[in-house]
C-alpha cells in the first residue's frame, strides 16, 4: 500500500512539474500583436512564442509564461524582412550589427550581384585590397562559402546568404579582358560553379552592364547556369540593359532561363530614362507570358526614382577592358580623352550609359570618393563640380575617376514615380536595397550614400502601402518575406509559423517611414520597435541590444 501511495506520489509531482513547464515552454513571448505570417492572408490577433532560435507556439498564449514578455499591442507582428540585393558585404566586416538595415526589420541580407567576395585568386585579392576606400580590412578568406562562415564566426546581426558572382567566376578565370573563354577555361569556370553550389551558393548573379561582365556572351552565362541548376540554384541579373535595350535584355534573361532550366530573377526592375519609361508595360507583359509558359521569372525593386552606382557606367564598357589600371592609362590619353568623351555625349543601344538615361549633369549626384582632397564634392550634382572646376562635364567625369582612382559612387535620376508603383503591384516582384546596411557613425560617414540603404523597406510600408495604398499591408509582408524566402528555397525563413526560425520584426503600421533624403541620407528609419534574429533580440524598442545572431544560410544544393 506504501509503495502505490509513492507510485501516485511521484505521478502527481511529474504531473505538476510538466504542466509547470508547458507554462515556462518560451523564452520569450510576444503578446497582444497582430500577426501577419508571411503568407498574404488576413492578419490576426495572437501571441507568439519563441523558445531558442525556433518560432514555438503562435495563437492564444494567455497562461503560458516566458522571461521575457513584449506587449505588442497595437503593433504588427511579421516575419523578418528579406533584402534581396544587399551591397552589405564590406559594411558588416567593419561594422557587424547592420543596423541601417536592422531599424527597418531586415533580418536576412542576400549577397552577389555580378561581383561575390568569393572565389578569390591571389591578383583578385590584391586588387580588392587597393581598391577599398573609407572602409579598410583584410580579406582572409578563399571561397565565397569561406566569406560567409567568416562573417558569422566575426559576428553578424542579420543572417547572410550570396549568389556566385558570374563577373568574378569570370575574372578568376579569364580576367578583365575582352575576350572569349577557351573550351579549357569554360570547364575551369564551371568547376569553380560547381564547388560553390557545393559548399551552399544561391545560384548565379550577373550585372552585364558593367565591365568585364559585359564581355561575357550568353552563352557563357548559360553554361555556368546549366551547372547552378543542377543543384536547384537560381540566376538572378542586374540585365545587359535597363533602357535602350530593354525588351532585348529581358529576352536574353528568359532564354538563359530556358536552356539552363533554372528560375532567374531580375534585379532591381527598371525603365531607366524618360524615353524608356514606356517599354514597362511591354517587360511585364513578357515577363508573365512567360510566367504562364512554366517558366520560373521573378523580380525584385528598390523604392526610389534614382539608381547609384559609379561615374563609370556613363563611360563606354571597352575603356576598362583589362580593369582599372588599363582605364586609367586610357584616361591619361588626350586622343583617347577626345573619343571617350564623345562616347559620353552620345545617345547609343550598344552600352548602357547612365547619364544619358538621367538626362544631365544636373541628374546625376556625386556621393562617394576615396581622395580625401576630393570630399569637397561630396553631395554635389556633376554639373555643379564641372562649374566649380570650369571643365565641360566630359572633362569632369573622366578627371574625377583619374584623380579618385576609383569609380566615384553617383546616383542617378532616371526612373518615374508611375513605374514605381506599377511594379509594386505586381504579385511577383520583391524588395532589395541595392545598398549596404550602415551605423550612420564614425567612418561611414565620410562619405554620402543613397537613402535606400536607410529607407527602401520602410519606406514601401509607409510611403507606398499607408500614405498612398498602392498594395495593403499583408501583400507588401508576403513580398518582403515570403516571396522572397520562397524562390531561394530558404530553410524553414519567411514565414511566422511554428518551427520556423525566429526571425520576427514588430513595428507600428502607423508610424513606420523612411527619414533618410538624398540631401542627408544618413538617418535611420522610423517605427520599428522590436527585432528578432534566430531568437536573439537585436532591436529592442528601436535600440540595438549588440545581439550578433546572425548565421550564414545556403541554398537547397549543399552538400551536408
Request: hydrophobic share 40%; with cysteine.
Amino acid at each position: 500500500m506504501r509503495f502505490r501511495t509513492s507510485l501516485i506520489f511521484i505521478f502527481a509531482l511529474s504531473f505538476i512539474t510538466s504542466a509547470q513547464t508547458q507554462q515556462n515552454a518560451y523564452d520569450i513571448i510576444i503578446k497582444n500583436g497582430v500577426v501577419y505570417d508571411g503568407t498574404g492572408g488576413e492578419p490576426r490577433r495572437a501571441d507568439v512564442g519563441i523558445k531558442g532560435d525556433r518560432v514555438a507556439a503562435v495563437g492564444a498564449l494567455k497562461s503560458a509564461k516566458a522571461a521575457t514578455v513584449i506587449d505588442a499591442g497595437g503593433l504588427a507582428v511579421a516575419p523578418g524582412f528579406i533584402n534581396m540585393l544587399s551591397w552589405a558585404v564590406d559594411d558588416l566586416i567593419v561594422d557587424g550589427r547592420s543596423l541601417g538595415d536592422i531599424k527597418q526589420g531586415v533580418t536576412t541580407e542576400i549577397f552577389g550581384e555580378g561581383d561575390s567576395m568569393g572565389p578569390l585568386n591571389d591578383e583578385m585579392k590584391r586588387r580588392r585590397t587597393d581598391a577599398q576606400g573609407d572602409l579598410k580590412f583584410g580579406i582572409e578568406w578563399t571561397t565565397l562559402a569561406e566569406y560567409l562562415q567568416y562573417l558569422e564566426k566575426r559576428g553578424v546581426s542579420a543572417n547572410v546568404a550570396s549568389y556566385i558572382g558570374a563577373t568574378t567566376i569570370r575574372e578568376y578565370v579569364v580576367g578583365l579582358e575582352d575576350k572569349k573563354a577557351t573550351p579549357e577555361q569554360l570547364d575551369q569556370m564551371r568547376e569553380l560553379v560547381r564547388r560553390e553550389m557545393e559548399a551552399g551558393a544561391l545560384g548565379i548573379g550577373s550585372s552585364l552592364i558593367y565591365a568585364p561582365a559585359f564581355y561575357a556572351p550568353t552563352e557563357e552565362l548559360i553554361e555556368m547556369c546549366k551547372v547552378a541548376a543542377k543543384y536547384r540554384g537560381k540566376y538572378i541579373s542586374h540585365m545587359r540593359s535597363e533602357g535602350a535595350r530593354l525588351t532585348e535584355a529581358v529576352e536574353e534573361l528568359l532564354r538563359i532561363a530556358r536552356e539552363a532550366k533554372i528560375p532567374a530573377e531580375i534585379y532591381h526592375l527598371k525603365a531607366a530614362g524618360k524615353s524608356n519609361w514606356q517599354k514597362m508595360d511591354q517587360v511585364i507583359a513578357m515577363i508573365e507570358k512567360a510566367r504562364r509558359e512554366g517558366l520560373k521569372v521573378t523580380a525584385d525593386m528598390y523604392t526610389y526614382p534614382a539608381g547609384a552606382t559609379g561615374l563609370d557606367a556613363a563611360m563606354p564598357p571597352w575603356v576598362l577592358n583589362g580593369g582599372y589600371e588599363a582605364a586609367f592609362k586610357r584616361l591619361r590619353d588626350p586622343e583617347t580623352r577626345k573619343k571617350i568623351a564623345e562616347e559620353i555625349r552620345t545617345p547609343s543601344d550598344k552600352w548602357e550609359n547612365l547619364l544619358i538615361a538621367a538626362g544631365s549633369p544636373e541628374r546625376a549626384l556625386l556621393v562617394g570618393f576615396k581622395n580625401e582632397s576630393l570630399k569637397k564634392y561630396t553631395g554635389k550634382t556633376l554639373a555643379e563640380v564641372a562649374k566649380l572646376r570650369n571643365e565641360d562635364y566630359t572633362d569632369t567625369v573622366m578627371n574625377l575617376v583619374l584623380e579618385d582612382q576609383s569609380r566615384v559612387g553617383t546616383v542617378y535620376f532616371m526612373m518615374s514615380e508611375e513605374n514605381i508603383k506599377k511594379q509594386i503591384k505586381l504579385p511577383w516582384v520583391s524588395f532589395g536595397s541595392d545598398a549596404g546596411s550602415m551605423p550612420a557613425e564614425g567612418v561611414f560617414l565620410k562619405s554620402s550614400t543613397h537613402p535606400r540603404a536607410y529607407g527602401n523597406f520602410t519606406r514601401l510600408l509607409g510611403k507606398y502601402v499607408r500614405e498612398e495604398k498602392v498594395i495593403p499591408l499583408e501583400e507588401a509582408i508576403r513580398r518582403l518575406t515570403g516571396l522572397p524566402a520562397t524562390n531561394l528555397e530558404l530553410d524553414r525563413r519567411g514565414f511566422l509559423k511554428e518551427g520556423y526560425f525566429a526571425d520576427i520584426v514588430v513595428f507600428d503600421p502607423k508610424t513606420i517611414a523612411d527619414r533618410a533624403t538624398f540631401e542627408q541620407p544618413h538617418q535611420f528609419a522610423a517605427g520599428v520597435k522590436h527585432v528578432f534574429v534566430n531568437g536573439a533580440h537585436v532591436l529592442k524598442d528601436g535600440q540595438h541590444t549588440g545581439a550578433k545572431p546572425g548565421r550564414a544560410l545556403w541554398g537547397p544544393g549543399k552538400i551536408k
